[in-house]
């Protein structure tokens, strides 16, 4: 359904094919494991066939390189379909539960059921991946989805409605366009689940609108995510990884490094190696980094503004740029930067950057680390670089995040067989492989007696009776 017109976005159109998708959920939740992997297949073929119309797409919206279209999203999608396509059968059967001695003459087991019409908001940063992922998810548990992509990626949103369009109909999955507003309508609606990913911000609305009609939520979101580097870590290493996790997508990923805290002694190196790092990755030519192939723009110029602002803002309250802070507003164009002299009075440390701005906070002892972190939101991820085992466990013991990656950035959201997601502010709920199946079922227990216990405990309440009571709650 393409309603890209606001007149002709309007909840009566929005229920009519919310109303249709629910006729069809019985049959939808009654679809075989081999059913549901067939569709799974399908989306596979469509979007290996179609990669160049892909990658194509992503870089109209912002020039996404090619080579990060061919690994963020259709590599990560591939890897989704592919783990799915091979568990499912598993995921669905019933899974046993033991049966504790109180239980005695029962046998048990949870079965994964589809929740029913689920509603999935994508983002415009991975905007194909962080879609399909979802729904990757949705169809495996057997629900109906509508999917209300990104306005700020025309290209991709139009090239996702072409393949559902092409795979599915309405009734089973449909792809809706348009604004904030069109959104805010969806959100109306008595979905069974809601998938969301995008900002805190949002995250607030749209878990607000679902707590109307008590629909569950799964939200991935942001914050800013750390990144811890001690005195034993391997600098060079350290660098190239935090300079790939960074500033690929232009540091437009939710699970970027937001700030780095490193030990004072070893902050200069890690910043020479920074610096030889970005040059190698984006300027090996000498031509300037504006020039290079391989570095994305700034989705649109609101978010160019806005970035443009964090960066202002820190140098006029005293942070200097040791590497980049060249902009060109006329090419949507921010060069990776590093930030130094930082406060926590700057806007760059109270907001998600969300962009290529990369602040570089010395610290003396670990203390100082682990009150720093206790006062702010619980971030999505924290990444810790350290050639010590003990004190990378000593900052695992000691931090809170949605996920944990030691000496390296951003591999654990590819990882299936994790639990990706934040905690708190940083999101509500997990995704990837069995844990996306999970959020969009419920988990039913089912209790089946085998032989009969329980009779010997009924009323009239004897004497023999409470005895036996008596003798269950002190020893079973």
Not at 42 to 65: S, V, W
Not at 98 to 116: H, N, R
Not at 193 to 199: E, L, P
Request: glycine residues 6%.
């Amino acid at each position: 359904m393409n309603l890209s017109s606001a007149s002709h976005q309007n909840t009566t159109q929005f229920r009519e094919l919310f109303d249709a998708q629910r006729l069809q959920t019985s049959f939808v939740a009654s679809t075989t494991a081999q059913e549901r992997i067939a569709k799974l297949k399908k989306i596979q073929t469509f979007m290996m066939a179609n990669r160049a119309g892909l990658e194509k797409a992503l870089f109209a919206d912002f020039r996404k390189p090619p080579a990060e279209t061919e690994l963020t999203e259709i590599y990560s999608t591939r890897n989704e379909l592919t783990v799915a396509i091979q568990h499912l059968k598993r995921w669905m059967k019933p899974h046993p539960v033991p049966t504790p001695l109180g239980m005695l003459g029962t046998t048990a087991f949870v079965q994964y059921e589809p929740k029913g019409v689920t509603l999935i908001i994508s983002p415009w940063n991975y905007p194909f991946y962080l879609t399909i992922k979802p729904l990757i998810s949705a169809i495996s548990a057997g629900n109906t989805a509508i999917i209300k992509p990104s306005e700020l990626t025309p290209a991709t949103s139009g090239f996702i409605r072409t393949m559902i369009k092409a795979l599915f109909s309405e009734d089973e999955v449909a792809v809706v366009e348009g604004d904030a507003t069109v959104a805010q309508n969806l959100l109306e609606l008595p979905f069974d689940h809601i998938f969301f990913t995008g900002s805190t911000a949002v995250g607030k609305v749209v878990m607000t609108a679902a707590a109307r009609n008590l629909t569950s939520v799964t939200l991935e979101l942001g914050g800013k995510s750390p990144c811890i580097i001690d005195e034993t870590a391997d600098l060079y290493t350290a660098a190239r990884r935090i300079a790939w996790g960074k500033w690929i997508n232009t540091g437009q990923t939710c699970v970027a490094p937001d700030f780095i805290l490193i030990q004072r002694s070893v902050k200069d190196q890690f910043v020479r190696e920074v610096k030889n790092a970005v040059r190698a990755m984006y300027d090996a030519d000498g031509k300037g980094i504006q020039s290079s192939d391989s570095y994305a723009r700034i989705i649109d110029n609101r978010h160019f503004q806005r970035l443009q602002s964090l960066l202002e803002d820190a140098q006029q309250k005293g942070a200097t740029v040791s590497m980049g802070g060249q902009t060109d507003p006329n090419d949507r164009f921010i060069e990776p930067t590093l930030l130094e002299n930082v406060t926590t009075k700057m806007t760059v440390m109270q907001e998600e950057i969300f962009g290529p701005l990369l602040p570089v906070i010395p610290y003396d002892t670990r203390e100082e680390v682990i009150r720093f972190l206790a006062g702010r939101a619980k971030p999505l991820v924290l990444y810790i670089f350290s050639r010590k085992e003990s004190a990378s466990q000593f900052w695992l013991n000691r931090t809170t995040a949605g996920n944990t990656v030691i000496n390296d950035t951003v591999i654990h959201f590819a990882h299936t067989e994790l639990p990706v997601g934040g905690v708190n502010q940083s999101g509500i709920g997990k995704s990837n492989g069995f844990y996306g199946f999970q959020e969009f079922s419920n988990a039913k227990g089912v209790v089946k007696r085998q032989f009969e216990t329980l009779k010997y405990i009924y009323p009239p309440y004897s004497d023999k009776i409470k005895k036996i009571i008596e003798i269950i709650v002190k020893y079973i």
